[in-house]
């Protein structure tokens, strides 16, 4: 028997490969199935499950294209309705593969159809189990994914808060938890960088399976402090649901090397969102008036899903040699599978042509010390996440998280100057990027971001939040 997990760091995402006597199931794929695919040829073994735990928000699954590829069954928990071939399996149904079993444990909470699935070896033993969204390493599922008209978020909480305490939390305590997700997901708040554990550790440490944790207390600590989730994810969850176009096609699609005025026609003639997706050092020297930068470097694809309100919109891409089938790759994780092509010959080509660049201002923390003897601390704009800002922050700046810049476009002053930082750097050239491309003209970003400014010695910090932050905040749908 064979357990890998394989995951993406981008996501924060763990899929699962498991093999027994040429048999073999895939828990939670990516959309791109190659890698599924060749490992199985690897092991002269044949993918007989595609096993999903949920209908994911925050990516796109490889079910279909996997089951397409290789004849597997396709397997959802009760209470799933799908637009194509699956089988629905009933509450502790047992799957066999090679000279192991899978019982299917239906968990609901983080949505009704939230399953996980409990591995026994060879000899019968309880040994692993995949836990999807329901349990993380040092939390669980968020419940507020799934609602509907007759179920609230306390609702789903407290099916969540049954479904821990009688199909996960009575397994075995040396049983190996596989969860989904890690740090850095939006699917969960507190969730550890460590992606495996035991049911025992986490009795011990994991704050939502408290022995002595009543229901209602369960409801209110999951429920408190959760972010709105990002705007993609109830277009993910569709395309999970229904159906999507085949990730070969999507990358055959997209791979479309575009010379410089081909590029500037594309966009022109299909209205897309010019996505540059290098460096934030390389962009802020130049870039394509009007572009938006989301670096490949970071959390890439969940940052796409967060500030580019349609799924749908055609993208044109600006890339570093040799990454546009990355960049298309990782666009297609989260349903963005309208790229119009890319930029043939990058940055360097665009200028060689004679087309217009833009640049980026940028100062060192104790150049902003300085500008601050002219300016207010009202022109400097933190956009970090609201966690971030309340742990410490510069006096009486502005809190704009990114998550939510859109959101808080409309209290901003177009002829007015600020000042962007976040923690490092990344986070802040999408801000500013995003800005300039709504006419804020007088942007200029901070270089080492709130680690420049704390080192610099030059700010008076404070974890104090005004309840006037607090309010913005509640009221863009952040929920405090």
């Not at 999507?244 to 022109?268: H, W």
């Not at 976040?422 to 680690?451: P, Q, T």
């Amino acid at each position: 028997m064979k357990i890998e997990q394989i995951y993406t760091g981008c996501l924060a995402q763990g899929a699962y490969y498991i093999e027994s006597n040429g048999e073999v199931a895939v828990i939670d794929p990516l959309r791109e199935v190659q890698p599924y695919l060749d490992r199985a040829a690897q092991d002269d073994a044949k993918i007989k499950y595609v096993l999903e735990t949920h209908f994911h928000a925050d990516f796109v699954s490889g079910h279909l294209d996997l089951a397409e590829k290789t004849g597997a069954a396709i397997v959802y928990g009760p209470n799933a309705k799908t637009g194509f071939k699956a089988h629905i399996a009933t509450d502790g149904e047992v799957l066999k593969l090679g000279n192991i079993t899978i019982k299917v444990l239906h968990t609901p909470g983080h949505t009704m159809e939230s399953t996980c699935y409990l591995l026994s070896d060879e000899d019968g033993k309880e040994s692993a189990i995949f836990t999807g969204d329901t349990l993380f390493i040092g939390d669980v599922g968020r419940p507020d994914l799934a609602q509907k008209s007759d179920l609230t978020m306390a609702d789903l909480a407290g099916h969540l808060f049954d479904s821990l305490r009688n199909k996960v939390m009575t397994l075995p305590d040396d049983v190996t938890v596989y969860p989904a997700h890690g740090a850095g997901s939006a699917c969960g708040k507190n969730m550890s960088k460590e992606t495996v554990s035991t049911i025992g550790a986490q009795k011990a440490t994991n704050y939502a399976l408290r022995a002595d944790m009543t229901k209602p207390e369960f409801v209110h600590e999951v429920t408190d402090g959760l972010m709105a989730p990002p705007k993609y994810f109830p277009e993910n969850v569709r395309l999970n649901k229904e159906g999507y176009t085949s990730f070969d096609e999507v990358m055959k699609r997209g791979a479309q090397a575009l010379s410089p005025r081909a590029f500037e026609e594309a966009v022109n003639a299909t209205g897309a969102l010019m996505l540059d997706v290098r460096h934030e050092n390389l962009f802020h020297k130049g870039f394509i008036p009007n572009s938006i930068f989301i670096g490949l470097g970071g959390h890439f694809a969940p940052w796409v899903g967060a500030l580019v309100a349609d799924v749908n919109q055609p993208l044109a891409l600006i890339v570093e040699p040799g990454q546009a089938e990355e960049a298309i790759t990782r666009l297609s994780r989260v349903g963005f599978d309208n790229v119009v092509g890319f930029l043939d010959g990058g940055i360097e080509a665009w200028k060689n042509a004679g087309m217009e660049l833009d640049v980026f201002d940028s100062i060192t923390a104790e150049q902003l010390a300085e500008n601050l003897k002219e300016y207010g601390p009202d022109n400097v704009i933190d956009v970090r996440k609201p966690s971030e800002f309340a742990a410490e922050h510069v006096k009486d700046v502005e809190s704009v998280p990114l998550d939510f810049i859109n959101d808080y476009m409309g209290d901003l002053d177009r002829t007015k100057q600020y000042f962007v930082h976040c923690a490092g750097g990344y986070r802040s050239m999408i801000a500013a990027s995003i800005l300039k491309s709504r006419g804020f003209e007088k942007i200029v970003d901070i270089k080492g971001g709130f680690k420049a400014i704390q080192e610099s010695g030059k700010f008076e910090t404070t974890d104090y939040v005004c309840p006037n932050t607090l309010k913005r905040q509640k009221e863009k749908a952040i929920i405090a």
